[in-house]
Structures are given as structure tokens and as C-alpha cells.
């Protein structure tokens, strides 16, 4: 039997998500939940279906809801779905903070629901054809930028964008994360626009990334270097690549400085196919909006938890939270007093007591008067 689903959000990610739940067989596509009703009526009548003001208006005849709503409103909408018995998937951010993260878990615990998180870079092709390769990283490097959407704009990018990097990190380097360092601007309004952090991990690995929403072009890369060798992806081409070391190379034995010209010469012509060959992976075209989608059917028709659970998605959430707090720390002038945050605000001065302008010599006497 078909699983029963609203949408709740007639957005662009709102959009997409009726359009692909709508061509679905394991899905009966209900509703499109949306308060503007100039969007509402638009995507109701472009996909066949009926258009509600409100999720208390479907939560009679669905068995699921997708909310792809803006993320301030995740927590309550989620809330609302869950404690009514509704599988729920949400787009990324999960929530606003790891306290509202929290609370879903324990509600969609507490109904015996699955909750999976919309981290949709888990299904993306390049990763998937990477990820069986790429035990025990110990750098990752990722960028992911591109142009201001005017979408996204109740959060910041880190929220908005390197939560994806963040949520990729965490399925790869499983394990305590010791420090954060990071630093943002903001360009367009509260929140910032561009970003850059470094994670570290008790494992010993260490991920920076880097992520913008003001830029002239679009990238969406990840670089991996792990005890076997070094892997690069391309989210945006769905293309991988792997870099695996020579026996000679890993153990040590080729001494570069010790070959006489001539082997020089021979290694030359032959050094990266001989010890540093590069082989292009196969990467199944799928998408992956659809893959994460299904994932979400099996999940409630299994009982299995997704592959993007609420937990994962509060971990990622919870480390998002220590890079803005870093972003919000971080003092452009090396040192307070001075601009800090993603503002350049100036830093609060310390507001000194009125005997700190006292005299020393005088002092004592002018507090006994006080006194």
C-alpha cells in the first residue's frame, strides 16, 4: 500500500519534492502545505493535488510528511507531525540547534516514527562510489560555494551550506571532535555569507572546509587523503577519483636520492603510473533527492532506521553550533578589544566601578568616606 504523504513547503526544495513524491508508487502524494496561497494554488494545480494552509489540515490522511519548510519552522512543524504518530523526513538543517534536535529524537522515539534528516550530499553518486574506499581519513579538505540564491536567508551559510561538508565529515571520521576554529563574514544581512572552519578529531583526523554564498562560481568538492591513498570528488559533475600509492611508496623503500641520472630519467616517464595511479571510479547516475526519498519509504516499510537519521542530522547540527560560536568569537585584530563576529562588531567594554578612577594614594580615604 502506498505510504500516504504531504509536503509541507511550496519553495523550490518544496517544489522538487512534490514533483519527484508525486511519480512515486511507494508514495500516495496527498497535499502541498503552504500559507501563501498564490504558491499554494500554483503547486497544488501543477502536480494534481490539494493545497492546505496548515499542517493540522492533512494530518488526518497522511501517514508521512516531508517539510521542506524554512528552518525556523522545522522544530514546531516536526513537533506537530511526530507527536500525531507521522513519519517525518526534514530538510537540512534538522533544527535550528541541538536542543530542538533533541527534542524531535526523543518524540520520534517516543512514537515508534522514523525521522530522517534531507543530508542529500549522502546519496550524491560521487560519494556513494567513493565512500567503501575511503577507511580512516586523516585530511579532508571540502569547498562548496556558489552564487546568493536569495533562498536560505532566515540562516547563514553554515547552516544553510557546510552543513552538508559537516554531515559528510561526521559519517567519514566517526568519533570525538577535540577543537573547531572558524571564521565568517556576513555580506547580505544577520547572518553570515561566508565561512571557514577547521575540525579536529580525537582520531587524529582534521577537516577543513570552506563555504560561501556570495560567489562568482559554483563548486562543490571534496578531498580526502586516508591511510591507503587519496580520493577527490565532485558533487556538482557526480564524478570520483582515486589516488593509491605503490607498495614501494607506502613502505619506504624508494629512495628518490640515491637513483643515478638515468633511473632518474626511467622513474620520470613512468612516476605516476608506476606509483601514483589515478583511477576514475564508476559512479551509478542517480538522483539523488529521488534516492534519499526512497530511502525514506524503505525506512517506514522496514522499520529500519534511515541512512540520514535524526541523530545524524543532530550531530551535524550540534557541530554547526560550535562553528558559529567560534565565528561569533572570532577577534579580527588578533585580540579584544576590537571587531569581532561575522559583523565586525566592536567588542563590550568592561564598564569599571566608580573607585577604579580613584588615585592609589588617595583611595583609601575617599572609600572610608564612602563608607
Not at 320 to 336: C, P, S, T, Y
Request: aromatic share 4%; hydrophobic share 45%.
Amino acid at each position: 500500500m502506498p505510504i500516504r504523504v504531504a509536503v509541507v513547503g511550496a519553495g523550490h526544495l518544496g517544489r522538487i519534492h512534490t514533483r519527484i513524491l508525486s511519480s512515486l508508487p511507494q508514495f500516495q502524494l496527498q497535499a502541498i502545505v503552504e500559507p501563501v496561497e498564490s504558491q499554494r494554488q500554483q503547486v497544488a494545480a501543477e502536480f494534481q493535488t490539494t493545497g492546505v494552509a496548515a499542517v493540522s489540515d492533512v494530518l488526518d490522511r497522511v501517514d508521512a510528511v516531508v517539510i521542506a519548510a524554512p528552518t525556523t519552522h522545522h522544530h514546531a512543524v516536526a513537533t506537530q507531525c511526530l507527536s500525531r504518530g507521522k513519519h517525518v523526513f526534514v530538510e537540512k538543517p534538522l533544527t535550528l540547534d541541538r536542543r530542538q534536535a533533541d527534542a524531535l529524537i526523543r518524540l520520534a522515539s517516543q512514537q515508534r516514527v522514523a525521522l530522517q534528516v534531507g543530508h542529500v550530499e549522502r546519496f550524491n553518486p560521487a560519494f556513494t562510489a567513493a565512500q567503501p574506499h575511503l577507511r580512516q581519513p586523516k585530511f579532508i579538505q571540502a569547498t562548496r560555494r556558489g552564487g546568493y540564491t536569495f533562498r536560505s536567508t532566515d540562516i547563514g551559510v553554515v547552516l544553510d551550506l557546510m552543513i552538508h561538508d559537516i554531515d559528510l565529515v561526521l559519517a567519514l571520521a566517526p568519533g570525538e571532535v577535540t577543537r573547531v576554529d572558524a571564521m565568517g563574514v556576513a555580506l547580505f544581512g544577520q547572518h553570515e555569507d561566508m565561512a571557514q572552519a577547521r575540525i579536529e578529531f580525537e582520531n587524529g583526523c582534521v577537516a577543513n572546509l570552506n563555504a560561501c554564498r556570495a560567489s562568482h562560481s559554483a563548486e562543490r568538492t571534496m578531498q580526502i587523503w586516508t591511510t591507503d591513498g587519496f580520493a577527490a570528488l565532485d558533487f556538482q559533475q557526480k564524478t570520483s577519483s582515486i589516488v593509491r600509492p605503490s607498495a614501494a611508496l607506502r613502505e619506504r623503500t624508494l629512495q628518490v636520492d640515491t637513483l643515478s641520472p638515468a633511473e632518474k630519467q626511467t622513474l620520470r616517464e613512468r612516476l605516476m603510473t608506476d606509483h601514483l595511479p589515478l583511477e576514475q571510479l564508476t559512479v551509478t547516475p542517480v538522483d539523488a533527492i529521488t534516492a534519499e526519498l526512497l530511502d525514506f519509504a524503505e525506512s517506514i516499510a522496514t522499520g529500519r532506521s534511515p541512512r540520514v537519521s535524526g541523530q545524524a542530522g543532530r550531530d551535524a547540527v550540534a557541530l554547526a553550533e560550535r562553528v558559529l560560536d567560534k565565528i561569533a568569537a572570532h577577534a579580527w585584530n588578533g585580540a579584544h578589544p576590537g571587531p569581532i563576529g561575522p559583523h565586525f562588531e566592536t567588542a563590550p567594554a568592561i564598564i569599571p566601578a566608580p573607585h577604579w578612577q580613584v588615585k592609589p594614594a588617595s583611595a583609601p580615604q575617599r572609600l572610608r568616606e564612602a563608607g
